[in-house]
């Protein structure tokens, strides 16, 4: 049974960064594409970042348009762990963080492909 725990959310004035984490139980981590989703209130749920699992290139990355440059996905193969560093925060970012799992290697932008799902972590930027 592969579970997903989300940590790091919390409350960060505009401009601030925040780090969360996802640690995730089961074999094969290193093999398997992860990503980053967030829902705010009234919205859908949109992707944010994915990095694919390890290959003969190494970890390759997307990220949405709204956090290119702000936001970084990394992962620890050797803790299990997936990390999405986001800095120069702005209100906008507020939501709940969800990390995703996938069964395959290559990452993808929709959620609808990730078999796992994390319970969420929030975080809320003030202005």
């Known amino acids: 049974q592969v579970q997903l725990a989300e940590s790091g959310g919390g409350l960060v004035q505009a401009g601030g960064s925040l780090r969360l984490s996802c640690a995730a139980s089961?074999?094969?981590?290193?093999?398997?594409?992860m990503g980053w989703f967030r829902q705010a209130p009234g919205k859908e749920r949109e992707f944010v970042a994915t990095?694919?699992?390890?290959?003969?290139?190494?970890?390759?990355?997307s990220y949405a348009d709204s956090v290119k440059g702000r936001f970084t996905i990394s992962r620890d193969n050797a803790k299990n762990t997936v990390y999405l560093q986001m800095n120069s925060l702005k209100p906008e970012d507020t939501a709940v963080y969800y990390c995703?799992?996938?069964?395959?290697?290559?990452?993808?932008?929709?959620?609808?492909?990730?078999?796992?799902w994390g319970q969420g972590t929030q975080v809320t930027v003030s202005s």
């Open positions: 990095i694919s699992g390890i290959s003969w290139s190494g970890a390759d990355t």
């Open positions: 995703a799992r996938r069964e395959g290697s290559l990452r993808s932008t929709r959620y609808t492909e990730y078999d796992y």
């Open positions: 089961g074999r094969t981590f290193s093999r398997s594409a």
